[in-house]
């Protein structure tokens, strides 16, 4: 019976996650309109056992970002804490870091990995990258009200 749940559960998770694409160039212009290179302070609730706290941490002021989905079709999103960035280089490494962190400086990349250990950071140089996609968690993540 627990398999059963478990397995319903993972399926429901890879269902509820839409993943985006966007070209190396477009996410480069669109990071760098006026005013995107800049952080604010934001709050959102801890996740479960910790939900009764909140974690602050510095986001980018992007407010959207044009994006392709899986038939290349653009779309708009949001930005959101529940957005994540899978990023590919040229080498093949993958990486993983929280959309809402990002911002790209002096054309290198930089982002947090954790919201939690907000000194996980990582920079990649633009030049590095071949592919970049942007996933909607589905986690309930939302920034609260101050």
Do not use: H
């Amino acid at each position: 019976m627990k398999q059963k749940i478990l397995t319903i559960g993972i399926f429901l998770l890879l269902l509820s996650c839409k993943t985006y694409t966007v070209s190396v160039d477009s996410f480069r212009s669109q990071m760098t309109l006026n005013g995107s290179e800049k952080y604010r302070e934001v709050e959102i609730q801890n996740p479960v056992p910790f939900r009764y706290t909140n974690i602050k941490y510095l986001a980018t002021n992007i407010k959207e970002i044009v994006v392709q989905d899986k038939n290349g079709i653009d779309v708009v999103i949001q930005n959101s804490p529940k957005l994540e960035m899978r990023i590919t280089r040229t080498n093949g490494k993958k990486y993983i870091l929280l959309f809402d962190t990002v911002l790209v400086e002096n054309d290198t990349l930089k982002g947090a990995r954790s919201r939690i250990f907000q000194n996980l950071t990582r920079e990649i140089p633009m030049d590095s990258i071949s592919e970049i996609e942007i996933q909607d968690s589905g986690k309930v993540y939302k920034y609260q009200n101050k």
